[in-house]
């Protein structure tokens, strides 16, 4: 009887633990997603204002757009090496 109240108690504990752990990754999940959704308006913007950009037929603003992506490159290429 002993032995078998020992465990009793210690697959209880042993539950208790699993649902703390399952309570705490579901927060840090529903962190994550809120996060995720934060980050995916923010990548909307941004990408509405690309296509502004590219609809307008400015060609100095698209050569501006071009010169930019060209020297950061370079730039994250020279820090790289």
Not at 4 to 10: A, E, W
Not at 69 to 81: E, G, K, L, R
Request: aromatic share 12%.
């Amino acid at each position: 009887m002993d032995g078998l109240q020992d465990r009793v108690i210690f697959l209880k504990r042993l539950t208790g633990d699993i649902h703390e752990e399952v309570e705490s990754h579901n927060h840090m999940l529903d962190r994550t997603g809120n996060d995720m959704d934060a980050s995916r308006g923010i990548m909307s913007g941004t990408m509405d204002r690309f296509k502004m950009v590219f609809e307008k037929k400015s060609s100095r603003r698209m050569c501006i757009l071009v010169a930019c992506f060209v020297a950061s490159f370079f730039i994250i290429y020279y820090f790289i090496w």
